[in-house]
Structure formats: C-alpha cells, structure tokens
T-cell receptor, first 114, second 112 residues
Framework: DTGVSQNPRHKITKRGQNVTFRCDPI?????LYWYRQTLGQGPEFLTY????????KSRLLSDRFSAERPKGSFSTLEIQRTEQGDSAMYLC????????????FGPGTRLTVT | GENVEQHPSTLSVQEGDSAVIKCTYS??????FPWYKQELGKRPQLIID?????GEKKDQRIAVTLNKTAKHFSLHITETQPEDSAVYFC???????????FGQGTRLTINP
C-alpha cells in the first residue's frame, strides 16, 4: 500500500492518560501535516513538518500536544493528560514538496476520551 | 489569516440534476484551491483542484471555477449519481502560513 497510513485507527482512553498516534506518509513526500476533525467540521490544521523540521504550529496545539518526525519519514503525535475535548479524528496528510501541492490524507485515528 | 466560508451546509438534489457548492476566501495571496470528498467514516479524498492562474478546470462530471477578483470558487457536479452522496470540503492554501484552510463542509445527498 503506497498511501498514507495511520495507527491505531481507533483509540479509547480515560481522561488524564497519554496517547500517541503514528503516521506513515507516502514514501517520497517531504511534507507531513497533522489535522484534527470534529463531527460535522472540516479538518483543522495542527502542525506540519518539512522533512524532520517542524515549521508551523497552530494555536490549537496546546502544550499538551507534541509532534515529532525524527528521521523525516514517519511522524508521531502525542497528547498528554488527555481531556474530553480532545475527542476527535486526528488526520495526517502528506505532500510531495513545500508549497501548494496536493495533500493526500490517511484514514485517521479516532480518539475517544472517556 | 486565511478564512474560508462554504455554502450551503446541506444540499439535496435529484439524481441526474446538477449540484453547485460555493466557497469564499479572504486572503488574496491564496493560489491553490482543492476540493475533497469525504464519505462516512473514510478519509478525505482529493477530487479536483485549481490554481490561481486558471479560471476553470474540468474532470468528467466535475468542474471547478475560480473568480480571483471576487475571491470565490465553486464546485460543479453534473449528472449526479447516488455515489456522489458525501460531504464535500473546499480549501484554500494560505501562502504565508503554508497550510490549507478548510471550509465547514457541505453534505450532499442525491435522491434516487
């Protein structure tokens, strides 16, 4: 499968726990984006990487959120001390180059915080 | 920063009729406008996009038009089929922040 993959697909956690999601982009893509999508809304930008460098972070990304892309390939998004308001679909997308290129989305990780 | 408004939020059309979804954007520097289709429980799929150096682009039953002066762009689906039922999102590329800003989505229902 040469598309964007994400794991796990679903995660249920109790409030206060930490969770980590993984995204594997299309192999030759340099850009990797994280979005959050809540029911009935469009994807909201969280952060992006150009290779291993994190270049932009949204104000939505509180200090409980951290993202890494250590070798410029896969990326992880960690949420510490989860809150019920963190329940959402977390989507990853990748694009070939910097700038306005097509972004291809992964299937997402649905997080439910109880 | 960039802001994208999408209308209508829901749209119901008879099979075979046309559907039009409209979006407006705020940043005149935006130069790339993709449209995504998202079926229930699935990932957003890129269906068509347009860059600011063209006014219209067509791919079979789908077309997108762009009016840079008015800062709006539209998705046109002709000869609609039941499999066109989905949520459609427009987006605009925010050149300064180097990111896509999405509209709120349109739930399109095709009635047989």
């Amino acid at each position: 499968d040469t598309g964007v993959s994400q794991n796990p697909r679903h995660k249920i956690t109790k409030r206060g726990q930490n969770v980590t999601f993984r995204c594997d982009p299309i192999s030759e893509h340099n850009r990797l984006y994280w979005y959050r999508q809540t029911l009935g809304q469009g994807p909201e930008f969280l952060t992006y990487f150009q290779n291993e460098a994190q270049l932009e972070k949204s104000r939505l990304l509180s200090d409980r959120f951290s993202a890494e892309r250590p070798k410029g390939s896969f990326s992880t998004l960690e949420i510490q001390r989860t809150e019920q308001g963190d329940s959402a679909m977390y989507l990853c997308a990748s694009s070939l180059e910097q700038g306005p290129y097509e972004q291809y989305f992964g299937p997402g990780t649905r997080l439910t915080v109880t | 920063g960039e802001n994208v408004e999408q209308h209508p939020s829901t749209l119901s059309v008879q099979e075979g009729d046309s559907a039009v979804i409209k979006c407006t954007y705020s940043d005149s520097a935006s130069n790339y406008f993709p449209w995504y289709k998202q079926e229930l429980g699935k990932r957003p799929q890129l269906i068509i996009d347009i860059r600011s150096n063209v006014g219209e682009k067509k791919d079979q039953r789908i077309a997108v038009t762009l009016n840079k002066t008015a800062k709006h762009f539209s998705l046109h689906i002709t000869e609609t089929q039941p499999e066109d039922s989905a949520v459609y999102f427009c987006a605009a590329w925010a050149q300064g922040a180097q990111k896509l800003v999405f509209g709120q989505g349109t739930r399109l229902t095709i009635n047989p």
